[in-house]
């Protein structure tokens, strides 16, 4: 069963404790004097075990369908001895305790929620265990280092007596988690990498599971936007008349940048939004287009404008004395995210307090929305639901914002719901980019050095300026530098191009906003270094497996690649069909996939996408399947039509009919191979879509011999069948 | 206005204009919130319902076009979420966000009650939803499961 919970429930938080405390930011074990001990009890934030018997695991990561709700409960449950029947998950409400390992507030993103909860979350499973042994020793008058924990009860070996979990909790929640404990080793794991059932899917298939485009309450009112035909645009003067004689409409409510007409249900509001009058004053830069963004970075590109970020050798002096420089430049266009729930957020003010139900990726900077409205960080108490799709879109806060201002002003609870239309135009975008990659040869053949020139628009400039220290954010160079940025943020190449080795960043920044989009920085970046050791193979006349072998810097990425080869049976596609191949490493993870398609003249199917993935270790197999197969769609998707123009301010897009989605009939045949090489663990959710516009790219070129560098496909008059 | 709309073998008397699309009727007014919005030009199928047993988009379907019909919605699909697609959905453990997944099972419910043993190529043509979560595999999977099984 899946449950949102809808009060603090009394759970007592822990001492304060620093952000970034991997073992013990769980929070403290909370003293219940109440609580009857065999009527179970809460141990801390994160378990409660019920009277009979139920393990109630909190779990704080957002579920946007990576399937973090099962494979988090895994880790925990596989240390406290519990059997998975037992195992309850419900989200908490947003809470300290829950902040995440490496960033210090509760978020999901960056495929690091695995990563970072591995240690913490089997920590805390295994002092829960413990302390449960302590219980049971203390009552038993025992030492409870001979105490074993069997499937939910604490037996005595000796003398055969056993207690169960609920009636120990209250006992065992007196305790300080005990530090330094052994956790199991990878041959004693029960739970961990197992393909359990997922504990979301049962409501997933009945309509029952909750949504923020579900949320219910007395007197909420639908808020519907209509915004400024520009980003910089701004409100002048609204004319509401109309708008309050349609039915069901209630009132009307103008913010900033954005007029919301408020009534009982989503039809009333919108008819209300037709009869709306609003004058607008559409701002500097209002007139902006995607062409003069494309214009600026091309010309830093290949001006070489950037700032340096690696410098390794004279790489300039390495290309000029080469005898051949291999010299490609590379274009990126900017991407929507088209969550399949459109953005919503639901939010009532009061004086005393903010409340909001939210699908958010990032509950820890809801702090930012009672600033916003007046209220003190402390106030806002944050209900997360399930995620339609998260895809870094539901890490920014812009829709609980407007909730929240428009719930202050009207008075009563509201849920603000965007079209589709309004989702696809007021998003943050992934980045418009370009790169110029050269690498020189000498005689010999041999590669002397790899110079790259990249232009594009900073998401972090905006987002987390001090990130963005030096003007080179990080997302604009990972995958494609080898170095550590001035703000202190290491970016990784899993490829040494010899001697010499020179990478520089532009960054230009414009109206456009931009935003974090599933695989961020490597979404970009995995299309401008894989294509461009395609082109780098093909100049070169090798293969383009070997070539990479020959470049890699590590034995796992040589791994991961022979193995796919292998697997894809490279190099000898079925009769008629061609390949493509591109490999990545991101988030800690090593994927590649070979593509297979069959052409026919600028119309292409797709046959078979192959991928060969190490994660470390897979804690539920089954769902790094899915995550590896679903990153390749939004990639496949991507590549052929992912494409968002601005023209003279405005987004040229707005639904699925000008933003086109791949569809079932289209979906090639997958084959995933799933290595756990038992290096560092490695997260999931965003690693299956960087390599999959160069491979597919690929497969294009070795069919057509058109050398591939601007995206989507359709833009070059390729279509599917 | 009232309009009478009968859902999930159940009546209902709607105080609703006659040109409310069935899909915010279902959700707003009688709360079935089971049957998602995802696009409100029928271009994505998230909210497909049954209207006579056929499946049909209801963010296009004007409330005064379904008066006297039999409309279904996930929540009416089966008595205890035990439907053979449903059954086959879980043990192929199809969802990811599952926000679409309503959808998808209702437009593979209708094809199945019309083509018991569909054809991949009849799987194609019917299915026709968009999932954002690329869940088509396993939902092409779920589907000959069901078929299977039923
Ligand atoms: S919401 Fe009806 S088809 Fe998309
Ligand atoms: S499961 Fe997420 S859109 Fe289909």
Redesign the pocket.
């Known amino acids: 069963m899946t449950t949102i919970e809808t009060s603090r429930r009394g759970f007592v938080k822990g001492a304060a404790l620093a952000a970034g405390s991997l073992v013990l930011g769980f929070g403290l074990p909370a003293f219940n004097k109440a609580a009857k001990a065999a009527s179970g009890g809460t141990l801390n934030a994160w378990l409660e075990i019920t009277g009979d018997g139920r393990v109630r695991i909190a779990q704080p990561q957002a579920e946007m369908?990576q399937g973090i709700w099962t494979s988090m409960a895994q880790m925990i449950a596989e240390e406290l001895e519990v059997d998975w029947a037992q195992v309850e998950i419900f989200s908490p409400v947003a809470a300290p305790d829950f902040a995440h390992p490496f960033y210090g507030f509760q978020t999901t993103a960056e495929s690091f929620s695995i990563r970072a909860f591995w240690k913490p979350a089997r920590t805390v499973g295994a002092q829960a265990r413990e302390m449960l042994k302590m219980a049971a020793g203390e009552i038993w008058g025992v030492y409870p280092g001979g105490l074993q924990a069997e499937a939910g009860h604490i037996v005595n070996p000796l003398t055969g007596q056993k207690a169960p979990y609920a009636a120990l909790v209250v006992q065992a929640a007196k305790y300080s988690p005990p530090e330094n404990i052994q956790l199991k080793r990878p041959d004693q794991w029960k739970i961990i990498g197992k393909s359990i059932a997922r504990a979301d899917t049962p409501d997933k298939v009945n309509g029952s599971a909750v949504y923020g485009i579900d949320v219910k309450m007395a007197g909420l009112l639908t808020a519907v936007p209509l915004f400024p035909p520009s980003f910089t645009g701004k409100v002048k003067s609204v004319d509401d008349s109309a708008a309050l004689k349609v039915k069901g409409v209630r009132q009307v409510v103008a913010l900033e940048d954005a007029v919301y007409v408020l009534a009982e249900g989503y039809w009333s509001a919108r008819q209300g939004r037709e009869a709306l009058t609003v004058d607008w004053d559409l701002g500097e830069g209002g007139d902006f287009s995607t062409d003069e963004a494309f214009a600026a970075f091309r010309k830093a590109a290949a001006e070489g404008q950037g700032a340096v970020v690696e410098e390794r050798g004279d790489t300039v002096t390495a290309l000029a004395g080469a005898a051949k420089v291999v010299d490609v430049t590379l274009e990126a266009p900017y991407l929507a995210h088209a969550t399949?729930e459109p953005m919503n957020a639901t939010a009532h003010y009061t004086p005393a307090k903010l409340t909001i139900w939210v699908p958010t990726q990032a509950q820890g900077l809801m702090g930012f929305v009672a600033g916003a409205v007046g209220l003190e960080a402390g106030q806002v108490e944050c209900h997360t639901t399930f995620l339609?799709?998260g895809l870094g879109r539901r890490f920014e806060i812009d829709l609980p914002i407007h909730a929240a201002l428009v719930s202050k002003a009207a008075g009563v609870p509201v849920k603000v719901l965007w079209s589709r239309e309004d989702d696809t135009r007021r998003d943050f975008y992934r980045p418009g980019a370009v790169a110029r990659l050269r690498a020189g040869v000498d005689s010999k053949g041999k590669i002397v050095g790899m110079l790259a020139d990249i232009s594009g628009s900073s998401i972090l400039a905006r987002a987390v300026p001090s990130l963005a220290k030096g003007d080179i954010d990080h997302t604009n160079v990972d995958g494609i530098a080898e170095a550590t940025t001035p703000a202190g943020v290491p970016v990784h190449r899993q490829y040494d191009f010899g001697a010499t080795a020179r990478v520089a960043y532009a960054m230009v920044n414009s109206p456009i906003p931009v935003g974090f989009w599933r695989s961020v920085a490597h979404s970009q970046n995995a299309w401008f270094m894989e294509a461009f050791v395609n082109e780098l193979a093909a100049d070169l006349e090798q293969d383009p497996v070997a070539l990479r072998l020959s470049l890699m810097k590590s034995e796992r990425n040589r791994t991961v690649l022979k193995r796919l080869g292998e697997r894809a049976n490279w190099g000898n596609p079925a009769a008629g069909n061609v390949q493509g191949l591109a490999i990545h490493e991101a988030f800690g993870t090593v994927l590649g996939h070979v593509i297979e398609i069959a052409m026919n003249k600028r119309t292409l199917k797709l046959v078979k996408v192959t991928s060969v993935v190490d994660v470390g270790w897979a804690v539920n197999p089954d769902t790094v399947e899915a995550q590896v197969t679903s990153g390749a769609i939004t990639g496949l998707t991507a590549a052929l039509w992912g494409e968002v123009t601005m023209t003279k301010g405005e987004i040229d897009q707005g639904n699925f009919d000008s933003y086109r989605m791949l569809k079932l009939a289209q979906t090639p045949v997958f084959d995933v191979e799933i290595l756990q090489l038992g290096g560092e663990i490695g997260g999931i959710g965003e690693p299956g879509t960087p390599p999959v516009a160069p491979a597919l790219a690929h497969a294009v070129f070795n069919a057509t011999g058109e050398r591939i560098r601007k995206l989507p496909l359709a833009a070059l008059g390729f279509d599917l069948m | 206005m009232s309009v009478s709309l009968k859902v999930n073998g159940v009546d209902h008397e709607l105080d609703a204009d006659e040109q409310t699309p069935l899909l915010w009727a279902l959700r707003d007014v009688l709360g079935l919130t089971g049957t998602k919005f995802g696009c409100g030009i029928a271009a994505c199928g998230a909210c497909t319902v049954h209207v006579d047993g056929k499946a049909l988009r209801s963010c296009v379907v004007p409330i005064a076009s379904v008066v006297g019909a039999e409309i279904t919605t996930i929540e009416g699909l089966s008595e205890a979420s035990d439907h053979p697609l449903q059954e086959a959905w879980r043990s192929g453990e199809v969802?990811?966000?599952?926000?679409?997944?309503s959808g998808m099972l209702m437009a593979a419910s209708a094809l199945l009650a019309k083509t018991p043993d569909p054809t991949d190529q009849d799987i194609d043509n019917a299915m026709t939803n968009i999932?954002?979560?690329g869940?088509y595999p396993r939902i092409r999977a779920a589907i000959r499961q069901a078929a299977k099984n039923a």
């Open positions: 369908g399949m339609g799709c | 969802p990811q966000c599952g926000y679409c997944q999932c954002r979560c869940t």
